[in-house]
């Protein structure tokens, strides 16, 4: 989706650094953005276009956008399209991070 450019640029971005390196704010914020701005079109993009691999390091800012919306639709969602990830290693660590945004909805 053309709407969702500058989350593709900020996670080609993180995919260009070390795995320990904590991308720097402008970035993270561009993600955290990209799916609050317009959390149904998120949704879809997430649910159709959203690469395994975007998937993955989107997974960083779960707890990002859970805290900021509390919305059980985009933990449903996530929860669907983690079912979807053949890589077992990525697969276990989205599932983590799934768990961890999840408490947002129990505050």
């Keep these: 989706m053309e709407k969702f450019q500058n989350l593709h640029a900020a996670i080609l971005n993180r995919r260009r650094e070390s795995a320990a ?5 402008p970035w ?3 993600e955290v953005a990209a799916i609050t701005d317009d959390l149904k079109t998120a949704i879809e993009f997430i649910d159709a276009d959203c690469s395994d691999e975007e998937f993955y390091w989107l997974g960083e ?3 990002d956008i859970m805290d900021k919306t509390r919305s059980a639709d985009f933990l449903a969602c996530l ?3 983690v079912q979807r990830v053949e890589n077992p290693e ?3 660590e989205i599932l983590e991070d ?5 408490e947002y909805l129990d505050e």
């Excluded at 390196?21 to 704010?25: S, V």
């Excluded at 799934?98 to 999840?102: L, V």
């Design 21 to 25: 390196y904590y991308y720097p704010d």
């Design 28 to 30: 993270w914020e561009k």
């Design 61 to 63: 800012v779960f707890e």
């Design 79 to 81: 929860r669907r399209r």
């Design 90 to 92: 990525w697969k276990a």
């Design 98 to 102: 799934i768990r961890t945004a999840a």
